[in-house]
């Protein structure tokens, strides 16, 4: 995986980082689907099940949200979110960003589809962080 994310720095597709709460690696979080012409990605991020609950996610999101809007001109960021995830979706709200919509059926893992819930945050809306 790593190595994945390495040549992506490189063509600038995605951008993966550590989550840490003190010195504790606690999760991962990424920038994926970059489009630089479009001003366009998404926020995704996994933190580790001691570790939710304790701002891990919302810092990450924050910190990437900022980081692609000032650092990287970015436009539109994007958070998929299973509709399930609640503790997710309330991160999605904490950091600013609007609920969509529900893709339906959108989502295919190990042979099993489920509905994404979208959630947007533009550059032009009000500054939450």
């Known amino acids: 995986m790593v190595e994945r994310y ?3 720095w490189d063509d600038a ?6 989550v840490l709460l003190g010195e504790e690696v606690v999760g991962f979080a990424a920038l994926v689907q970059v489009d630089l012409e479009r001003g366009e990605a998404e926020i995704g991020y996994l933190i580790g099940p001691a570790a939710r609950g304790r701002g891990a996610a ?10 692609s809007f ?10 998929r979110i299973d509709p399930a995830n609640v503790g997710s979706e309330r991160v999605a709200e904490r950091t600013g960003y609007r609920r969509e919509g529900i ?10 589809r489920g ?7 533009l550059r032009a809306d009000d500054p939450v962080l």
């Open 103 to 112: 893709l339906r059926s959108r989502y295919f893992k190990e042979g099993l």
């Open 70 to 79: 000032d650092g990287l001109g970015l436009e539109r960021l994007e958070l």
């Open 115 to 121: 509905d994404v819930g979208v959630w947007s945050r």
């Open 58 to 67: 919302t810092s990450a999101v924050e910190l990437l949200t900022r980081w």
């Open 6 to 8: 390495e040549r992506a």
């Open 13 to 18: 597709s995605k951008a993966g980082f550590a």
